[in-house]
C-alpha cells in the first residue's frame, strides 16, 4: 500500500505558511530542503498554488547574490549545490523563465577548473556532485557550450575506476551519489562514450541487497536513497530490468510511515523529506502505478516540470 495522501500531508506539515522548511533543516539546507519538498509534491500531484507559491517565489529570488549564485538562504555564499536547487525550483514551479539567466550562466563558468572540474564556490572544493549541478543548469539553460565541455567530460572520465563506476575525485571510492552525478554529466556532456556500459551497469546490479533495497558502496547497508542515486544511473543507461524492481519497490513501501507519512532512510526508521522525495522519485523511474508523474533521470525533475522550461522547448520527452 503507497500512502499518498498521508505523504502529502507529511511535506505540506513541514512547510509552514511562508512555504519554509526551516523548522525541520538547518538554515543552509532551506534552500536544498525546499527542491526535495518541492519535488517530491510535484511527483504528487500536490504542488502548493497561490500565496504559498509566490512566497516560495519570493526567497528564490531573495537568495540570489550579486555573483549570479543563490545562497542556501538569504545573505548566504553563493553556492553551486544551492544554485542548482534554487533553478530546479524554479523549474518546478513555473518560473525559470524570470531568473536571471545569463548572470547564473556566467556564475557556473567562472567555477571551472582548467583541468575541467568544478568548484562548488569561491572556496574551491572540488567534487563530481558540482559537475553535475553545473552541467544540469546549463542544460536546462541551454547553455552547455559556454563551458569548456571536453574538458569538463575528461575530468569526469579522470574520476571513472578500474569498476566501471565512478567516485568524488579521480582516484577516490567508486559511490552510488557519484555515478548518478557522473552518468548525468557525461549525459548533458553529451559524452556517454566515457561510459563503460556493461561494467557499470554489473556494479549497480550488485548493490541490491537481500532485503530488496539498493546500497550506495559494497557492503553497506541499504538506504532508500540509492532507489533514487543508483537507479537513475540504471533508468538512465536503459537497464531498468537487470534489477529486481517488485523487490525494490517492496523495500520503499516497507520504509513508508503509515501512520504520520513521509519514507525513512530503510524499515522501521523516522521518516524525513529527503528519503521521502527519493523513495518516490526511485517508485516513478520504475513507473509505480499510484504516481502518475514521470521523473527525467538526468535533471532530477517531472516530464511536467521539463516542459515549462523554455530554453528546452525544442527537447521531446
Ligand atoms: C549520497 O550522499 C549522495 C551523493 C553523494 C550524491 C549527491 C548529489 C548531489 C547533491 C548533486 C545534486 C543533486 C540533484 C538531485 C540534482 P550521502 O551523504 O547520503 O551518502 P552516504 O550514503 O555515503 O552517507
Ligand atoms: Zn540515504
Redesign the pocket.
Known amino acids: 500500500m503507497f500512502y499518498k495522501e498521508k505523504h502529502i500531508n507529511f511535506i505540506t506539515s513541514l512547510l509552514d505558511a511562508q512555504g519554509h522548511v526551516t523548522n525541520v533543516l538547518a538554515e543552509h539546507l532551506k534552500m536544498n530542503g525546499l527542491y526535495w519538498a518541492l519535488s517530491a509534491l510535484d511527483l504528487l500531484d500536490a504542488l502548493p498554488q497561490d500565496e504559498q507559491r509566490d512566497f516560495i517565489r519570493e526567497f528564490v529570488f531573495s537568495c540570489f547574490n550579486d555573483d549570479g549564485g543563490f545562497g542556501g538562504a538569504k545573505n548566504h555564499d553563493s553556492h553551486i549545490l544551492t544554485t542548482c536547487s534554487a533553478v530546479q525550483i524554479s523549474a518546478i514551479l513555473g518560473f525559470i523563465h524570470e531568473l536571471d539567466k545569463d548572470k547564473i550562466v556566467e556564475f557556473i563558468a567562472s567555477l571551472q577548473k582548467e583541468d575541467g572540474s568544478f568548484t562548488g564556490d569561491r572556496y574551491g572544493e572540488v567534487d563530481t556532485r558540482f559537475s553535475l549541478c553545473a552541467t544540469l543548469v546549463l542544460s536546462l539553460f541551454d547553455s552547455i557550450t559556454k563551458i569548456n565541455v571536453d574538458k569538463a567530460a575528461s575530468f569526469i572520465k579522470e574520476c571513472r575506476n578500474w569498476d566501471g563506476a565512478f567516485g568524488q575525485v579521480p582516484g577516490s571510492e567508486s559511490h552510488g551519489g557519484q555515478i548518478f552525478c557522473c552518468v548525468g554529466s557525461l549525459i548533458h556532456l553529451n559524452r556517454m562514450d566515457v561510459i563503460e556500459k556493461d561494467k557499470l551497469i554489473w556494479w549497480l546490479c550488485e548493490r541490491q541487497t537481500e532485503s530488496g533495497g539498493l546500497c550506495g558502496r559494497p557492503e553497506k547497508d541499504p ?4 532507489s533514487w542515486w543508483n537507479l537513475s544511473a540504471i533508468a538512465a543507461l536503459n537497464a531498468t530490468e537487470a534489477i529486481s524492481t517488485e523487490a525494490l519497490i517492496r523495500f520503499i513501501l516497507k520504509s513508508q510511515d503509515d501512520e504520520k507519512g513521509g519514507i525513512a ?1 530503510s524499515p522501521d526508521n523516522v521518516a524525513d523529506v529527503y ?1 521521502t522525495n527519493f523513495g518516490i522519485a526511485g517508485l516513478s523511474l520504475m513507473h509505480f502505478p499510484d504516481i502518475h508523474q514521470q521523473i527525467n533521470p538526468e535533471f532530477a525533475l517531472t516530464e511536467r516540470a521539463l516542459r515549462t522550461v523554455p530554453y528546452l522547448s525544442h527537447r521531446k520527452s
Not at 538506504?223 to 540509492?226: E, F, G
Open positions: 538506504d532508500v536513497c540509492y532512510d528519503h
